[in-house]
């Protein structure tokens, strides 16, 4: 989106625009959910990165191996110095399962799979093809994770499909968390987690794991809790790219510190780290990523002509939220507002609901797929505000607020 922007914006005989990734193939992820219960498949959530990039803007397949940032060069690991002016660290986060004791061992993609990769995801559905009942654990490892109401949206999902398939009875369905409740703001958690009572979803909270037992096929907390499990689908770790580390650019899980609002370095003026990769407190999401942005082309634009930046991204994320038999929720919010319920004022669509389960938002999530690849990758216009907006919101007390 940013090279795409900036390349009408930036005069060619000025500027070199090059974008660096390890391979052709970007992935769209939201997809990957729909992987495990054959809704999608695998070619459906790819496409050749250079079909996406604007004529002018040069892909180099490569390996960043670190940033030297006090010498403006990107170092690939096949030894090209790529000398710069002006660098965004987009390296995304990615799912560790190298981090969690036992957790790539003898059960990993036999009993043990994630759905945060491709891979993963299609073993997934192929692990899922051959169950026929037991204990089902959806887990996530540690908190941030990318679309943090991922993995929530699964285990709706997997509830609607083992009901289904008739299987659902013979399925003891867990759901795993290291939060104190379903999700990370008390609205949306005090309403997702009745949706899993109501479901009959059990929902073990302040699980942090501190190993897996491959024998005994158990999740061990730090505080000797075990979840024993048939079928394990974890989120394990996520963590920013390990170069973020090797050019002490991160913090302690590889994300770069920048200011939240122009999401500039902290440490180097020429630097931003945009989208997953950057240590900003909002969810790790597309949205946020396309939204930011926005703010961040306006601001760079002026930071070339020596003036002041005047963007301030303030957080803003929006996300469908599957809920299974074809219905959706959607939740909007920013750094400063937790996701309410009430209408989403949505051009010659909406309004949608928030935090109401209806077939519009789900109809909602499916589309968006066609609006990434058509409007989003290619820098067109879309008619949403970049700003979290209160209209159509309905301001409410949680019990935690109560309490
Ligand atoms: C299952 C799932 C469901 C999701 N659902 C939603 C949703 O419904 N809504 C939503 O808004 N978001 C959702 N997301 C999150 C969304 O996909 C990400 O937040 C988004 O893709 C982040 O974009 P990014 O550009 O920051 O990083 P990415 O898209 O992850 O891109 C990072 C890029 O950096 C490259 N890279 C990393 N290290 C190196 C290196 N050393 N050398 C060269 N290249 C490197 C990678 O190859 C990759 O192409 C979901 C994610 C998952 C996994």
Not at 200 to 222: C, M, N, Q, W
Not at 283 to 306: E, M, P
Not at 379 to 385: C, E
Request: proline share 7%; glycine share 8%.
């Amino acid at each position: 989106m940013i090279v795409n922007r900036l390349r009408r914006r930036l005069g060619k005989r000025d500027w070199t625009i090059t974008v660096v990734d390890r391979d052709d193939v970007h992935q769209y992820q939201p997809g990957f959910l729909f992987l495990p219960f054959g809704a999608y498949d695998a070619d459906q959530v790819s496409r050749s990165r250079h079909e996406l990039l604007a004529p002018g803007v040069d892909l180099l397949i490569g390996d960043v191996d670190r940033v030297l940032p006090d010498e403006d060069g990107v170092l690939l690991s096949d030894g090209r110095l790529l000398p710069y002016d002006y660098l965004v660290v987009a390296s995304g986060t990615s799912p560790r399962p190298d981090q969690t004791p036992g957790m790539l061992g003898a059960q990993w993609r036999r009993s043990i799979f994630d759905f945060y990769t491709e891979d993963g995801a299609s073993a997934l559905a192929d692990a899922l093809r051959t169950f026929r009942g037991g204990r089902l654990v959806v887990h996530v490892t540690d908190m941030p994770i990318k679309c943090p109401v991922a993995p929530l949206e699964f285990t709706f999902l997997a509830d609607a499909w083992l009901r289904e398939k008739g299987l659902r009875r013979d399925v003891e369905l867990t759901y795993v968390t290291p939060l104190p409740g379903a999700f990370t703001k008390p609205v949306a958690a005090e309403h997702l987690g009745s949706m899993l009572d109501d479901r009959g979803i059990r929902l073990e909270t302040d699980f942090l794991v501190e190993h897996v037992d491959p024998e005994s096929k158990a999740l061990v907390s730090y505080d000797e809790r075990e979840i024993a499990f048939d079928l394990l689908v974890t989120v394990p770790l996520n963590m920013g790219a390990d170069f973020v580390a090797r050019s002490g650019l991160g913090d302690e899980l590889n994300y770069v510190p920048v200011d939240r609002g122009t999401l500039q370095s902290t440490a180097y003026p020429n630097l931003f780290a945009v989208g997953d990769a950057a240590d900003i407190p909002a969810s790790k999401a597309g949205s946020v990523a396309h939204f930011a942005v926005d703010v961040f082309v306006g601001n760079f634009l002026q930071l070339i002509a020596g003036e002041q930046m005047t963007g301030e991204f303030d957080g803003h994320a929006n996300c469908f939220v599957e809920s299974g038999k074809g219905k959706a929720l959607l939740i909007d919010f920013n750094y400063d507002t937790e996701p309410l319920p009430g209408r989403y004022p949505l051009p010659v669509v909406g309004p949608l609901g928030l935090l109401q389960e209806t077939r519009a938002n789900h109809l909602g999530k499916l589309a968006f797929r066609w609006v990434y690849w058509n409007v989003l990758l290619p820098g067109r216009p879309v008619p949403l505000p970049s700003h979290m907006s209160m209209l159509g919101k309905t301001p409410v007390r949680s019990s935690t607020d109560a309490a």
